[in-house]
């Protein structure tokens, strides 16, 4: 069942969504992103207690020489937090962005992916909100803002001692069965992951590639016998 606009995004965060004019191979995302439930995304859902930070990331499609394509960073290995993951832009909510219901999540994905990767957010047009996820290792509570890049903007490595690399991942070599394994961490967790642009995508940001690629019918079948192990600084 699709979720209204309201459900969806909250009172007052209305004029911050925009699917007007979207590319059409971003239908399948849209549809998705209003039809997809918590529970369909991960298993770790926010606390019913309430506790957690709020925060958000900023899933930004583009489309490069090579057709549709995502932006991540890589974080800096220096961090005390998910040290060297790649991973979208994003970070927790201030209290500049405004209330969470009254679209603070939105503006958050939005201020932070412009202090980490330089990108101008006037040329970004958000058309959706995933549902909250939870990070258990770091208690986050995450919010996935949709956006398309309408205006591309430059973009770069603003800050070393948070960011390593910032680049962009064709939905091509996402999709690609090849680039595709299991992340397994030494505690027995395992989850999917992503072998790209010299990169290996795994945790929270893999696991939300691996739905929204499933849901929008764009997940090619693949070796899940695929392992790739992980060290403990993970």
Do not use: C, K
């Amino acid at each position: 069942m699709t979720r209204t606009d309201e459900e969806i995004y909250g009172p007052g965060t209305g004029g911050l969504i925009d699917r007007e004019g979207l590319p059409a191979w971003l239908d399948p995302v849209d549809r998705a992103a209003r039809a997809v439930r918590p529970e369909q995304l991960s298993s770790f859902l926010p606390p019913e207690s309430g506790a957690g930070r709020q925060s958000a990331v900023l899933v930004l499609f583009g489309e490069g020489e090579r057709g549709p394509e995502l932006l991540l960073m890589e974080r800096a290995g220096s961090l005390r937090s998910h040290a060297g993951q790649p991973s979208f832009p994003g970070g927790a909510l201030d209290p500049e962005d405004g209330a969470p219901a009254d679209g603070g999540l939105i503006r958050a994905a939005l201020r932070e992916a412009e202090e980490e990767t330089g990108l101008d957010p006037a040329g970004v047009q958000i058309f959706g909100v995933l549902p909250q996820l939870y990070i258990p290792v770091s208690g986050f509570v995450v919010t996935p803002v949709l956006g398309w890049w309408r205006a591309p903007s430059p973009v770069g490595v603003v800050d070393p001692a948070e960011t390593a690399r910032v680049f962009t991942v064709p939905v091509a070599d996402l999709t690609d069965p090849a680039n595709r394994a299991t992340a397994v961490h030494p505690r027995g967790h395992a989850g999917p992951a992503f072998l790209v642009a010299s990169a290996l995508v795994w945790g929270f940001t893999a696991g939300v590639i691996d739905r929204l690629l499933h849901y929008a019918g764009w997940e090619r079948p693949w070796d899940r016998t695929r392992q790739v192990p992980l060290d403990w600084r993970s």
